[in-house]
């Protein structure tokens, strides 16, 4: 299993703002930059992120990203569960479907197998994620320079 390219973005922006200064106000643009992530991807995760309450993005000046409260307090398994939704592990309603789908018992265990996933990451905070040493880590990322 490995998570969507969406929710490994999302979850990298999340950990980056959970060490934000009072005062850094971070942009899409900059924190696509650092995380080394398209811009694109990065501004889908920002709008995603945000829809969830998880993040704010204050426009203007003196605007930028920040993580909400309830970001801070969040799971990794809640916004894991939110991301990934729980559609099929495998091609079971593929085109063309699968032809054992109706009484497939892989199916019902990696159902099983995903809620373990999920209960498992339910034990993990965003704050622990930005301990140390990634709280260092993170601190010490920087935009790449322009062209390079
Ligand atoms: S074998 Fe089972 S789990 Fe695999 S695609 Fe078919 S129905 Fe889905």
Do not use: N
């Not at 894991?80 to 091609?91: C, F, M, N, Q, T």
């Not at 159902?111 to 498992?120: G, K, L, M, P």
């Amino acid at each position: 299993m490995r998570l969507t390219a969406f929710t490994d973005v999302s979850l990298r922006l999340v950990m980056r703002l959970a060490v934000a200064d009072d005062g850094e106000r971070l942009t899409t643009r900059a924190a696509a930059g650092m995380l080394a992530v398209p811009y694109t991807h990065m501004a889908k995760a920002v709008a995603r992120l945000s829809e969830m309450g998880l993040v704010e993005a204050r426009r203007g000046r003196g605007g930028g990203l920040l993580l909400t409260e309830a970001g801070r307090a969040s799971s990794v398994g809640a916004i894991v569960r939110e991301l990934e939704g729980d559609g099929d592990l495998a091609g079971c309603e593929d085109d063309p479907p699968c032809p054992l789908r109706e009484a497939c018992r892989l199916r019902s265990a990696l159902v099983q197998a995903r809620e373990a996933f999920y209960a498992s990451l339910d034990q993990v905070s965003v704050e622990s994620l930005v301990a140390s040493p990634a709280h260092r880590t993170l601190t010490l990322l920087r935009e790449p320079p322009v062209g390079g």
